[in-house]
């Protein structure tokens, strides 16, 4: 069977501040918006590298919600079961760059109409359909969507499909209730893919990060250590495999390691060779970062050829 990857979570836009600076306190000049949210930028690169991807999400009756729907139909996302609510907005996230690096966020999503999402019979069904499930913490952070994340991870995994998790960790996520939907979807893991420091957060008691990658290896689960810049670590048993970086211009970091993510998935759920698929998510990461918008620097596989092959060629 071919499979067939479903991403559940938020569907945003982003509205991005020209200057550099700290917060919002006074008026700046924006641009934007582009299409976000982690889960749709995630779902838009899988679908460009040949995977059959849906989504599930809700998006207001507005511009931010068409312009994210045109976005993903274009990539070959099957948004069938993105619900359209007649009265909440299409979330909104606003960023800002701070001069010494790092980024101030506002976010509008609980309140919006993915946060409000409801059960619906395309829902049911992208789950039937589905052989992997892929979760972004950040979706664990809406109670709606992390009940419909939590359901659909275990009658995937109960049919024999698969998980991958990224943790994508938010500090209102840290409460008792947000370690406890960690936990649920942690225990359901195929395939993980931590920033550095996160997998420390899902183990307790670990003394390291070393410690704590260990013990889920240990789980049978398969782990990929995102480290930005510097590349990636593949732990898979015994086995570890070093990705250096590339070094490219920066010009927007947001939305690298939902792409990373996605490349990642697309070779692993074919059974490629792990050292490929973490060149060619490291590849698509440095891509996505020389474009402004967390979409923008999207790669399809001939793209990602293309500019290993300039790299060999250095």
């Given at each position: 069977?071919?499979?067939?990857?479903?991403?559940?979570?938020?569907?945003?836009?982003?509205?991005?501040?020209?200057?550099?600076?700290?917060?919002?306190?006074?008026?700046?000049?924006?641009?934007?918006?582009?299409?976000?949210?982690?889960?749709?930028?995630?779902?838009?690169?899988?679908?460009?590298?040949?995977?059959?991807?849906?989504?599930?999400s809700?998006?207001?009756?507005?511009?931010?919600?068409?312009?994210?729907?045109?976005?993903?139909?274009?990539?070959?996302?099957?948004?069938?079961?993105?619900?359209?609510?007649?009265?909440?907005?299409t979330?909104?996230a606003?960023?800002?760059?701070?001069?010494?690096?790092?980024r101030?966020?506002?976010?509008?999503?609980?309140?919006?109409?993915?946060?409000?999402?409801?059960?619906?019979?395309?829902?049911?069904?992208?789950?039937?359909?589905?052989?992997?499930?892929?979760?972004?913490?950040?979706?664990?952070?809406?109670?709606?969507?992390?009940?419909?994340?939590?359901?659909?991870?275990?009658?995937?995994?109960?049919?024999?499909?698969?998980?991958?998790?990224?943790?994508?960790?938010?500090?209102?996520?840290?409460?008792?209730?947000g370690?406890?939907?960690l936990?649920?979807?942690?225990?359901?893991?195929?395939?993980?893919?931590?920033?550095?420091?996160?997998a420390?957060?899902?183990?307790?008691?670990?003394p390291?990060?070393?410690?704590?990658?260990?013990?889920?290896?240990r789980?049978g689960?398969?782990?990929?250590?995102?480290r930005?810049?510097?590349?990636?670590?593949?732990?898979?048993?015994d086995?570890?495999i070093?990705q250096?970086g590339?070094?490219v211009?920066?010009i927007?970091?947001?939305?690298?390691?939902?792409?990373?993510?996605?490349?990642?998935?697309?070779?692993?759920?074919?059974?490629?060779?792990?050292a490929?698929?973490?060149?060619?998510?490291?590849?698509?990461?440095?891509?996505?970062?020389?474009?402004?918008?967390?979409?923008?620097?999207?790669?399809?596989p001939?793209?990602?050829?293309?500019?290993?092959?300039e790299?060999?060629?250095?």
């Open positions: 069977m071919a499979p067939r990857v479903l991403v559940i979570g938020e569907i945003l836009v982003e509205i991005m501040a020209t200057t550099r600076g700290h917060g919002f306190a006074g008026p700046i000049d924006l641009r934007g918006p582009y299409p976000s949210g982690a889960p749709a930028i995630f779902a838009d690169q899988l679908a460009r590298q040949g995977i059959a991807t849906a989504m599930v809700a998006v207001g009756d507005d511009d931010f919600g068409r312009l994210n729907l045109a976005r993903l139909r274009a990539a070959g996302v099957d948004v069938t079961a993105v619900q359209i609510h007649p009265t909440a907005t979330g909104t606003f960023v800002r760059y701070r001069p010494e690096g790092g101030d966020f506002v976010f509008h999503l609980a309140d919006a109409a993915c946060g409000r999402i409801e059960p619906a019979a395309a829902s049911a069904a992208e789950v039937a359909r589905a052989t992997h499930l892929h979760v972004m913490g950040s979706a664990l952070g809406a109670p709606r969507l992390a009940q419909m994340i939590l359901e659909a991870a275990r009658h995937i995994h109960a049919a024999g499909g698969t998980v991958s998790f990224d943790p994508n960790l938010r500090p209102e996520m840290l409460d008792a209730a370690h406890a939907r936990a649920g979807v942690l225990e359901l893991t195929a395939l993980l893919l931590p920033s550095e420091g996160e420390l957060a899902l183990v307790p008691g670990a390291d990060e070393d410690a704590a990658i260990a013990a889920l290896t789980r689960i398969e782990v990929v250590l995102k930005g810049r510097d590349g990636a670590t593949w732990f898979g048993g086995r570890r070093e250096p590339f070094a211009h920066e927007d970091p947001t939305g690298a390691g939902d792409t990373f993510g996605a490349t990642f998935l697309a070779g692993w759920i074919t059974g490629a060779d792990p490929a698929s973490l060149r060619a998510a490291c590849a698509a990461g440095a891509l996505c970062v020389m474009a402004a918008g967390p979409m923008e620097g999207a790669s399809d001939a793209r990602i050829r293309a500019f290993l092959a790299r060999e060629a250095c």
